[in-house]
């Protein structure tokens, strides 16, 4: 067995982080002891204090507040209605809001844009789990992309989805229609096929299994409908479009509806609309930052690539940068005729518009070609934009928000009394008025490698417990690819990680000097505040509920790294 297959194995799926000792030198990396507050010390604004409220308000200046946030939350105590458009693998780190204009126009620019937005989990159908369910990985228990790691399982339908975000949206009078992509299983033999409709949904219009842009078949209200390769009749981004337009020319007027909208791009096999197919020709990845940099000090996963990159490998990633800037186009071109639609039908001013994404992206940073996964900023970024009532227009919103926060503050939204999340609504970051919500100071990104059991075919020398193995045999995965993170961005700009192999391997990065993250500063931070981060990622790890919420872990976070 190659040394490659013996590191990619690890020690297990299921990663609890240890208590380390750092008071100890390590050999891994060396250098001199750095003092905390002056290597990463965030230069970012922090979120307005928690205004004061009690009884210290005069009745009237508190009757005043009620009726704001009544009109706020309810749009003058009528049910607001909500949208909730999703994308798929697009980054901000790297330009992929670029090709957006008109939705930086029509829902950034009327509303907030929020510059501190990250997944819990840079991957697809654990990330979906948690903006479904408002939990962390390690309490919805969907680990990956695959049946056996949970994804749209029996174990998640009698679980998770049966107390997902739609259920409570329906309790409170909703009426509820999705399109688009659901989870990557999802319509498989094993997940009960097109026949299961997931609770708490009015209208289903569900991909069956991962990305396609043409020739797949879709769950229509549990029924199959297949589709074939004509762009007018079944580009997928366009049939979401036409679907939800639909479903606003039908629906019963003054009941408040949610929409969860799931377009296909930016994700793979990138297939453009036809008038698109020649944008961005001359476009190329972004050459700053990690690209093409080596992994020296970081995990062996990312010790294996290659560096330089071979020409095929720039290639390949280049191509890929363009068709998924391409694709991006006809969500642009969605969001436009959807806020259009509502605007015609005096909709607009009565509805919340979400607009992101389940993961970031990377091409080329530390000589990976393209995936997401990785613990950096590049994947667990993600762009988030909101419009509606009582949001004032062109807001940047600097406080830390989750993906796990979305259905917290949808439900808030909705009027719902909110259940046990470990997300928090958000609502209060982006009304100013009613700025009195907790500010996050640190937050868990966890992930569990996947691998496979036999070594790639195309990369036999590898040897087994890899997978997801792109040209020139640069893999993406690995079992031991299980870490998890503390991130803080309130007070020190600094992620912490820790990964389930048999080196036990720490990763630290000062992000106020280093936004890159191109040193490995573990050897270079005080020990004390080492094993401080230790004991938060541990707890993080086993929170839930109000325990991940700022009155808890977080604020400890916020106390001990001072």
Same mark, same amino acid.
């Given at each position: 067995m190659s040394t490659c297959s013996i590191s990619a194995l690890g020690e297990r799926l299921d990663f609890t982080s240890r208590k380390h000792n750092f008071s100890q030198p390590s050999s891994r990396l060396s250098g001199p002891t750095v003092p905390i507050l002056q290597m990463a010390y965030s230069e970012r604004t922090p979120?307005?204090?928690?205004?004061?409220? !009690?009884?210290? $308000?005069?009745?009237?200046v508190s009757l005043l507040l009620v009726l704001f946030t009544c009109n706020v939350r309810y749009a003058a105590c009528g049910a607001s209605n909500i949208v909730l458009i999703l994308s798929d693998d697009q980054d901000v780190e790297l330009g992929g809001m670029t090709p957006m204009?008109?939705?930086? *126009?029509?829902?950034? #620019?009327? !509303?907030?844009?929020?510059?501190?937005?990250?997944?819990?989990?840079? $991957? !697809?159908c654990p990330s979906r789990s948690s903006i479904l369910t408002g939990n962390y990985p390690h309490n919805h228990?969907?680990?990956?992309d695959s049946l056996a790691g949970n994804c749209s399982s029996p174990l998640w339908q009698k679980g998770p989805e049966a107390l997902a975000l739609p259920v409570y949206l329906s309790k409170r009078k909703y009426r509820t229609f999705f399109a688009g992509k659901y989870l990557e299983q999802y319509g498989t033999k094993e997940a009960g096929e097109f026949a299961h409709v997931p609770p708490g949904w009015d209208l289903w219009h569900a991909l069956v299994g991962d990305t396609k842009y043409y020739n797949y078949s879709l769950s229509v209200n549990g029924k199959e409908e297949k589709h074939g390769d004509s762009y007018e009749k079944d580009y997928f981004t366009d049939l979401i479009l036409n679907r939800s337009l639909e479903f606003l020319d039908?629906? &019963?007027? @003054?009941?408040?509806?949610?929409?969860? *909208?799931?377009?296909?791009?930016?994700?793979?096999?990138?297939?453009?609309?036809?008038?698109?197919?020649? %944008?961005?020709? #001359?476009?190329?990845?972004?050459? #700053?930052?990690s690209f093409n940099k080596p992994g020296k000090d970081k995990h062996w996963l990312l010790?294996?690539?290659?560096?330089?990159?071979a020409g095929s490998s720039m290639d390949f990633l280049d191509d890929a940068y363009r068709k998924r800037w391409q694709t991006l186009l006809s969500v642009d071109d969605m969001v436009e005729k959807l806020v259009k639609k509502l605007e015609d039908s005096k909709e607009l001013n009565n509805t919340y518009i979400f607009y992101s994404s389940d993961n970031g992206f990377h091409a080329g940073q530390f000589s990976l070609p393209i995936d997401k996964r990785q613990l950096y900023e590049f994947d667990i970024r993600v762009p988030l934009m909101v419009r !509606?009532?009582?949001?004032?227009?062109?807001q940047i919103v600097k406080a830390p928000v989750l993906n796990i926060d979305l259905a917290p503050t949808i439900l808030d939204i909705s009027g719902s009394d909110l259940p046990i999340m470990d997300g928090q609504s958000f609502l &209060?970051?982006?009304?100013?008025? $009613?700025?009195?919500?907790?500010?996050? &100071? =640190?937050? *868990?990104? %966890?992930?569990? @490698? %996947?691998?496979?059991?036999?070594? #790639?075919?195309? =990369?036999?020398?590898?040897?087994?417990? $890899?997978?997801?193995?792109l040209p020139n045999c640069v893999c993406e995965d690995s079992y031991n690819n299980t870490y998890a993170c503390v991130r803080t961005l309130v007070g020190i700009n600094l992620q912490y990680c820790e990964f389930s192999d048999n080196e036990s391997f720490v990763e630290v990065y000062n992000l106020t000097s280093d936004l890159s993250q191109l040193v490995n500063i573990v050897k270079k931070v005080d020990p004390a505040l080492l094993q401080a981060m230790n004991q938060h990622l541990i707890k993080l790890q086993s929170c839930a509920g109000s325990s991940c919420h700022d009155n808890g872990i977080n604020g400890l976070c916020q106390t001990t790294t001072k």
């Open positions: 979120p307005p204090r928690h205004a004061q409220t !009690g009884s210290s $308000l005069c009745p009237a204009k008109k939705t930086k *126009l029509l829902i950034g #620019d009327a !509303g907030a844009t929020f510059s501190n937005a990250y997944t819990a989990t840079a $991957l !697809g228990a969907v680990r990956n039908k629906r &019963s007027p @003054g009941q408040p509806f949610f929409m969860m *909208l799931s377009p296909p791009a930016a994700h793979a096999p990138w297939t453009a609309a036809p008038q698109y197919q020649k %944008e961005f020709s #001359d476009v190329k990845a972004p050459r #700053d930052g010790r294996q690539p290659a560096n330089p990159m !509606g009532p009582g949001i004032a227009p062109k &209060s970051q982006m009304t100013p008025s $009613l700025r009195s919500g907790p500010s996050r &100071s =640190c937050f *868990l990104v %966890e992930h569990t @490698g %996947e691998g496979s059991p036999v070594p #790639d075919p195309a =990369c036999p020398k590898l040897g087994r417990g $890899l997978s997801h193995c």
